[in-house]
């Protein structure tokens, strides 16, 4: 109604309230104003297919992420893991720092309730003619108006989320850690097996082009290139050693202890293996169990929880406050005199910043930027992890063909050690060419060794990037039903 004869030619029960509508809508603006900014949309880019996820695999079979590494079928190993997890300290100090966030965390609200505060103070009047010690009760309840509440439960569930996902994180990198040292560990020992069979062999084939060379059936140079090649073989025993004694310490670290247990050091047990193991199906939740994309997103909460609460700080604090006081006068006699009852104040506290020189708007759209930058590492972090899961992925499967691939030549070159040890027995080899058979199958058996290892390592690979691990004894899904928080949809 823009006319205003109109408006006035309206009867008296149809005419609109001018000032009930300019009320009502600084009303709904001052509640649209008390609500906190919605959450960023965190669009995260998961790819629709796995490139390099198995060409056919049961949609309803997902990977074992909880107890991945008892694939490789090693009792010993399956023992470390636990004693890894009992002991890490590293999971020990992320377990702390998640009892902490939670303690917190259960005190969000805290800051918007009433308090009450005890305080004492002097008083000197300007003359120095009388002092007063003051002693009251102070209580304030400040509204928690302008979304100031929800942005601080935004923080506090984001700071909970960040410690959880550390903590997830920590087990996830313990338990690969430790897999992946054992299988460095046994691999070590039994490569060392290996090159010490193949350095005797290189021993006994010198002896025996020596014999010849005194013959005069070998030529000095046949017996330089079998010296030469026993001095290699001497060689290669040291990186054996090397990563023997790496990998025991830093199990050593990884359990919690200063020193290896000696029965790790001991070559009596078996390389791991998967063997016929085979990947069955693809990751289906990368966002749920990677913990790197878990902390991106604590960090958006955590985000979105300090913008919104410099947002609220533009607006005036609004709240309800009383006090209850008395005071005596301390005479120069030190005689003390009552002057009066107590006074007791209530009264409604507003405090309104006026100016200062926008420092607190722009502390708003700093932290506004600052929630977008968590936004786009987010999107980072997920792009990351899809990256690192289909590298993973790949990397298993072409270890799987290697290891296939070695494993038909060790048998190969085991046929031909085979058959000419039966023509040694014959008398139609020599026993020179028997040691040249058993150095070809001790190195094929050794590149078997490493590509059985190189599979065993992809696949700690994968699901480390799948975020493979035990779930922490810390359940904060409870203490959220607990505390009745529901977490806001992204």
Not at 411 to 428: E, I, T, V
Request: one cysteine or more.
């Amino acid at each position: 109604m823009h006319d205003p004869a109109l408006r006035h030619a309206l009867p008296a029960t149809r005419r609109p309230n001018t000032g009930l509508h300019l009320l009502s809508a600084l009303v709904l603006t001052l509640l649209a104003g008390c609500a906190a900014p919605p959450l960023p949309a965190l669009k995260p880019p998961v790819p629709q297919t796995w490139r390099n996820a198995p060409a056919t695999y049961p949609s309803a079979a997902q990977p074992d992420l909880h107890n991945w590494w008892q694939a490789l079928n090693d009792p010993q190993l399956n023992s470390l893991v636990q004693r890894a997890l009992d002991h890490n300290l590293d999971v020990k100090a992320a377990s702390e720092r998640v009892l902490a966030a939670r303690t917190l965390y259960r005190h969000t609200n805290d800051k918007f309730l009433p308090s009450l505060r005890f305080d004492t103070n002097q008083v000197i009047q300007p003359d120095a003619s009388a002092s007063y010690f003051i002693v009251g009760f102070d209580a304030l309840w400040e509204m928690p108006l302008f979304g100031a509440l929800k942005s601080t439960h935004r923080l506090a569930a984001g700071n909970l989320d960040a410690a959880s996902a550390q903590l997830q994180g920590t087990y996830v990198t313990l338990v690969a850690e430790v897999t992946r040292c054992w299988v460095a560990l046994r691999t070590a020992q039994e490569q060392a097996r290996l090159l010490t069979a193949v350095r005797d062999a290189n021993r006994e084939k010198l002896r025996l082009l020596e014999v010849r060379e005194k013959l005069k059936l070998v030529s000095p140079t046949d017996v330089g290139t079998a010296k030469a090649e026993l001095a290699r073989s001497d060689m290669a025993l040291t990186d054996p050693q090397r990563a023997m004694n790496a990998n025991a310490q830093q199990l050593a670290v990884l359990l919690g202890q200063s020193e290896p247990d000696p029965a790790w050091l001991e070559a009596n047990g078996a390389q791991p293996q998967l063997g016929e193991w085979q990947m069955t199906s693809a990751p289906a939740d990368l966002l749920r169990t990677r913990p790197e994309i878990a902390a991106a997103e604590a960090d958006v909460l955590r985000a979105a929880g300090e913008a919104g609460i410099s947002r609220a700080a533009i607006y005036p604090h609004i709240g309800l406050g009383s006090s209850l006081d008395w005071s005596t006068n301390l005479l120069s006699h030190h005689t003390f005199i009552r002057s009066g009852d107590g006074i007791f104040s209530a009264g409604p506290v507003v405090d309104v910043p006026l100016f200062d020189w926008g420092m607190r708007v722009a502390q708003a759209r700093s932290k506004r930027h600052e929630m977008r930058a968590a936004v786009y590492a987010y999107r980072q972090a997920v792009l990351q992890g899809v990256a690192e899961a289909e590298t993973a992925m790949g990397d298993l499967q072409q270890a799987h063909t290697r290891e296939s691939a070695a494993m038909q030549a060790a048998q190969a070159l085991d046929g031909n050690a085979a058959a000419l040890s039966k023509r040694r027995n014959l008398g139609l080899a020599s026993t020179l060419d028997m040691q040249d058979a058993v150095i070809a199958q001790q190195n094929a058996q050794l590149e078997l060794v490493s590509a059985r290892a190189e599979r065993d390592l992809a696949y700690v690979a994968l699901y480390k990037a799948l975020g493979g691990a035990p779930q922490p004894p810390v359940n904060v899904a409870a203490d959220y039903k607990a505390l009745g928080n529901k977490k806001e949809a992204h």
